[in-house]
C-alpha cells in the first residue's frame, strides 16, 4: 500500500509540473517539500513508510528565506522536526502544528540526490501512545518559524517508539 500511496503523491506532483510545462505563464513551479518516515518500534524493528507527504511551504516560511537572503539571519537553522496529531489541512498560513507533541528532534542536515534539494533528517522519541498525524520543520527547538507542514495518515507509535523523518525541500532552478 506504501509504494500505491508513494506513486499517487508523486503522480499529483507531476501534475503540477506538467501544468506548469504547458502553460508557463500560469505561475511559478514553487518549492517542493517532499516528507519521508521510518517507524522504529521499541524492539529496534524499522518500517519504511515511505513518501508521507508532498505538503506545504509556508508563507512564513518563504517569508524568513527572503529575509534571510537580504540580511546576516542564517538560514541554516530550518533542522528542527516538530510531530503532532492533529488533522486538520495543511496551509501555506500555518505558523505551528495543530496539536503539538514531544519534543522537537535536532536534524542532521545535507544536500539530497542533487545539489538543488536541502535534506534534514531528524528522529522524534515517543513517550507515550500517540497517532502522530503532522510534521513541521521549524527555525528553533521551540517556537521559531514553520518552513512546512505536513499531515497524513497516522503512524501509530507507542512509549519507547520513534519515527525517523526525513525532509526534502527541492528549489527548481528556472522558475
Not at 500505491?4 to 501534475?15: D, F, S, V
Amino acid at each position: 500500500m506504501n509504494k500505491l500511496k508513494t506513486l499517487w503523491l508523486e503522480l499529483c506532483l507531476y501534475t503540477r509540473v506538467l501544468k506548469q510545462a504547458v502553460n508557463p505563464y500560469a505561475g511559478d513551479i514553487t518549492p517542493t517539500g517532499r516528507l519521508f518516515a521510518t517507524k522504529i518500534d521499541v524492539e529496534g524493528n524499522r518500517f519504511d513508510m515511505g513518501l508521507v507527504s508532498t505538503k506545504v511551504v509556508t508563507t512564513a516560511g518563504v517569508n524568513f528565506l527572503v529575509t534571510g537572503l537580504n540580511s546576516t539571519v542564517a538560514l541554516d537553522i530550518f533542522k528542527y522536526h516538530g510531530t503532532g496529531t492533529s488533522s486538520t489541512a495543511e496551509a501555506v498560513g500555518n505558523t505551528d502544528l495543530g496539536v503539538s507533541v514531544e519534543t522537537r528532534a535536532t536534524g542532521t542536515q545535507t544536500v539530497g540526490a542533487s545539489n538543488n534539494i536541502y535534506r534534514t533528517v531528524g528522529l522524534v522519541a515517543y513517550t507515550a501512545t500517540r497517532a502522530i498525524t503532522e510534521h513541521g520543520i521549524f527555525s528553533a527547538v521551540t517556537g521559531g518559524t514553520l518552513l512546512d507542514r505536513s499531515v497524513f495518515a497516522a503512524i501509530n507509535v507507542i512509549n519507547g517508539d520513534s519515527i525517523e523523518f526525513t525532509y526534502e525541500l527541492t528549489l527548481p532552478a528556472g522558475s
